[in-house]
């Protein structure tokens, strides 16, 4: 019987896996309150500086907000060619799960851009945590925003702290300190809170705190919905 032919393991799919595994390994220690060190990057991902990676998403969301997008006019199927093994985004964006804030549409982006982690409320977690130092450490982005968005009805119940169905209140404590700053007011509390929790990401871990020397910058800004503009806080 002849010998079957040896497998050749494909680079892509051995990439792909590594970083798989080391996203999850960083999950897994967040939720144990263990920070590791963070997977190596492969190479230099953007040629941005991180102040040119934050003017490109600035840039970007002033075609959006008048109307003269330009994403759409880049071919989806050589996008979607290029980025099948890996992923190269020059910015990642913490943004909240509103289905009004569409964050590549917002900053006029495509298929690998931007890094994205949606939660309600736009709140830092040990797992958005990991999920932003895997875009740091192994991905390179050079910019980290921390996006809120005007009438938040996550921020509002937290105002209101009323009975709510299910787990939803578990959100209440993470916004409780920017709704104590606002003095009752919503838009002060939603631009708070994207504060807060830009100034978290800074502090809460090494990987993203070490980038700052010179390889990132975390900012905060908040989404008008009425006229789709991008304000820094």
């Known amino acids: ?93 913490l943004g909240c799960a509103d289905s009004r804030i569409p964050v590549e549409l917002v900053f006029d982006q495509t298929i690998g851009h931007i890094f994205v982690a949606r939660v309600a409320g736009n709140i830092v977690t040990a797992e958005i945590i990991a999920s932003l130092e895997y875009a740091v450490a192994v991905l390179g982005v050079r910019a980290l925003l921390v996006l809120g968005h005007s009438n938040c009805g996550a921020v509002k119940a937290a105002m209101k702290a009323d009975g709510v169905p299910g787990q939803i209140s578990a959100l209440y404590a993470h916004l409780r300190q920017a709704v104590d700053q606002s003095g009752g007011d919503l838009d002060g509390a939603i631009k708070a809170n994207a504060k807060i929790q830009a100034q978290l990401l800074r502090t809460s871990s090494t990987v993203i705190r070490d980038a700052l020397a010179g390889k990132l910058r975390v900012d905060a800004a908040t989404y008008d919905l009425a006229t789709g503009k991008v304000t820094l806080c």
């Open 1 to 93: 019987m002849a010998d079957k032919p040896e497998l050749q393991e494909d680079p892509g799919r051995r990439h792909f896996l590594r970083d798989v595994l080391a996203s999850a390994v960083m999950v897994a220690a967040a939720r144990g309150g263990i920070e590791v060190a963070a997977p190596e990057r492969s190479s230099a991902q953007t040629k941005l500086t991180p102040d040119e990676a934050l003017q490109e998403l600035l840039t970007g969301n002033q075609r959006f907000s008048s109307k003269q997008m330009t994403s759409f006019a880049h071919d989806l199927s050589i996008l979607k060619e290029n980025t099948l093994s890996k992923q190269e985004p020059f910015a990642a964006v």
